[in-house]
């Protein structure tokens, strides 16, 4: 099913989401409505706060060399937390719930990933590149932030300006 996905500037993206503590049928057919909802808006990664579920999970599906998603090569992460970040890298991002605004922001390049599967089970991964980045931006959804509060003043009210205009021309709804 697919889901509704709320948008900037929706107050709801700005509550803290909680820990996941049961693992259950419900968590899964979360999952699954996620994936489809994702996949139909085009996007790479969705956090549960997005469809209005303030729970610390969030699911990932970097395109391969030919720019397919396949969906057995979809992440689905919960609880997680970042180990290790090095460097610094600057990506083009974009947000499903900020649709049509793109800007540079500033990411870790690397990281250790510590997260929990869809059954509970520990795991642990090594992000680099667009998966690092889309992982540290998802994460930011799971305590109220979007990208654009990344932003430098002068970028952030260019942004605001663009998408109010855009909001009244009422081009996403
Ligand atoms: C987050 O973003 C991300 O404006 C996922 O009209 C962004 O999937 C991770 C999208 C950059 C890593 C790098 C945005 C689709 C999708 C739009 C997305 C739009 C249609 C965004
Ligand atoms: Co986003």
Do not use: W
């Not at 059954?119 to 991964?125: D, R």
């Amino acid at each position: 099913m697919k889901l509704q996905i709320i948008t900037y500037p929706d107050k709801l993206l700005k509550a803290h989401s909680k820990k996941v503590v049961t693992f259950d049928d419900q968590l899964h057919t979360l999952l699954e409505n996620m994936f489809e909802t994702m996949i139909e808006s085009n996007g790479i990664g969705l956090a549960a706060i997005q469809v209005s579920h303030p729970v610390r999970a969030l699911i990932l599906c970097i395109p391969d060399e030919e720019g397919n998603q396949l969906k057995e090569n979809t992440l689905e992460i919960i609880n997680p937390v970042i180990h290790n970040p090095q460097g610094a890298t600057i990506y083009q991002e974009g947000c499903l719930s900020v649709p049509g605004f793109y800007e540079d922001i500033e990411r870790f390049e690397s990281l250790t990933l510590h997260y929990h599967d869809r059954h509970g089970n520990e795991s642990t991964l090594e992000a680099n590149e667009l998966l690092a980045i889309a992982i540290q931006h998802e994460m930011d959804h799971l305590e109220g932030k979007l990208f654009i509060e990344r932003l430098s003043y002068n970028r952030r009210k260019k942004f605001e300006k663009e998408y109010k205009r855009a909001l009244k021309e009422k081009k996403y709804s």
